[in-house]
């Protein structure tokens, strides 16, 4: 089992290089939070990796941990930015918001003390950010739903985001709720499921699409009918 949790980080770090690559050319100026996200991400992910080969996971779940709530300092600044980007004079409160976010976040990665009792505790932690990011993302996609004026990247971007925090919010919970060692792989599974899903939306978002492309829903018969 070890084997495969190691190659499904080795897949899921050979994604996010080749995403980080992805949008280096193609959109680091339209989404630099995502690219700054994206590398970090990558970054951290190789560390673990480290960690565990040479170090035989020594500091895992210190590093694990920091990392875990200083990646959602970036998904909330990123999150805060793209509402910011779907209101047309967004009020000079949320930039500060976001702008906040990463640094206080961090700065808590660094601050909370470390010990394998205080485990099942950061997974409801992490899980309570998950849940704030999801009405994050609740609010995002509702002013989305008003709002014609984004093109098909921004709302692939959104909606990986989407994927991502919900896969997270669910695993979390899951854990807090498995006492089986048989079934602890399950929300492990989702939570690296979702993140795989992600990653994969992104891709296309920035492969396939361009930044004035719109999204044009197919019309129903009934509406074609009316056009006629």
Request: some cysteine; hydrophobic content about 55%; charged content about 10%.
């Amino acid at each position: 089992m070890t084997f495969f949790w190691v190659a499904l980080s080795n897949v899921i770090i050979g994604l996010q290089a080749a995403l980080a690559i992805v949008v280096f050319y193609r959109g680091r100026r339209e989404f630099p939070l995502l690219f700054s996200y994206v590398l970090a991400r990558a970054g951290i992910g190789i560390a673990l990796l480290l960690d565990f080969y040479s170090l035989h996971a020594r500091a895992y779940d210190s590093l694990y941990w920091l990392s875990d709530i200083s990646l959602h300092g970036f998904v909330f600044a990123l999150l805060v930015h793209l509402i910011r980007c779907t209101l047309v004079s967004p009020p000079r409160y949320i930039l500060i918001a976001g702008l906040i976010s990463v640094p206080v976040l961090v700065f808590l990665s660094m601050a909370v003390p470390y010990h394998h009792i205080f485990n099942r505790w950061m997974t409801g932690f992490s899980r309570n950010l998950s849940f704030c990011e999801e009405i994050l993302n609740l609010v995002l996609w509702g002013l989305l739903v008003h709002n014609r004026r984004v093109g098909l990247r921004f709302l692939l971007v959104s909606a990986g985001l989407g994927i991502q925090v919900t896969g997270e919010v669910t695993g979390q919970s899951l854990r807090l709720f498995t006492h089986s060692a048989a079934i602890v792989w399950a929300p492990n599974l989702l939570v690296n499921v979702s993140g795989i899903l992600a990653i994969l939306l992104w891709l296309y978002a920035f492969c396939r699409s361009n930044p004035n492309d719109k999204y044009f829903p197919r019309m129903t018969y009934a509406a074609t009918s009316k056009a006629h």
